[in-house]
C-alpha cells in the first residue's frame, strides 16, 4: 500500500512560478514509477508528466514541455514538480501518482493517486 501526499498548490499570475511535491509512504514507494497529472473543471483527467523510479525515464506532455520539470528524491520518497512560465490554461488541481515502473501516460497504469493540490494561474 502506498499513500501519496501532495503540496504546493496555490495562486499565481501568468509567468510565474509554483513547485509541487509529493511525499510517498509505503514500503514500495521507492521503486515505483511516479506521475503528474491534471484535471481542470469540467475536463478529463491529463498527464503531466512521469518519472521512472531510477529517474532515468521522464516523460512530459507536449503542452508543458519546456516549462515543467519533474524530479524525484528516493531518499526522502519525493517527487517534485516545478512549473516555470505557468499559463492560465495550466489552472486545474494537480495529482501525484504511484505505479509500476513501466507506467506512462495512461491514468489506468497507475494504482494510487493523492488527494490533489489546486493550482490557479490567473491572467
Known amino acids: 500500500q502506498v499513500q501519496l501526499v501532495e503540496s504546493g498548490g496555490g495562486l499565481v499570475q501568468a509567468g510565474g512560478s509554483l513547485r509541487l511535491s509529493c511525499v510517498a509512504f509505503g514500503r514500495t514507494a521507492s521503486s515505483a514509477a511516479m506521475g503528474w497529472f491534471r484535471q481542470a473543471p469540467g475536463k478529463e483527467r491529463e498527464f503531466v508528466a512521469v518519472?521512472?523510479?531510477?529517474?532515468?525515464?521522464?516523460y512530459y506532455a507536449d503542452s508543458v514541455k519546456g516549462r515543467f520539470t519533474i524530479s524525484r528524491d528516493n531518499a526522502k520518497n519525493t517527487v517534485y514538480l516545478q512549473m516555470n512560465s505557468l499559463k492560465p490554461e495550466d489552472t486545474a488541481v494537480y495529482y501525484c501518482?504511484?505505479?509500476?515502473?513501466?507506467?506512462?501516460?495512461?491514468?489506468?497504469?497507475?494504482?494510487?493517486w493523492g488527494q490533489g493540490t489546486q493550482v490557479t494561474v490567473s491572467s
Open positions: 518519472i521512472s523510479w531510477s529517474g532515468g525515464r521522464i
Open positions: 501518482a504511484a505505479g509500476p515502473n513501466s507506467s506512462g501516460t495512461y491514468a489506468g497504469g497507475y494504482n494510487y
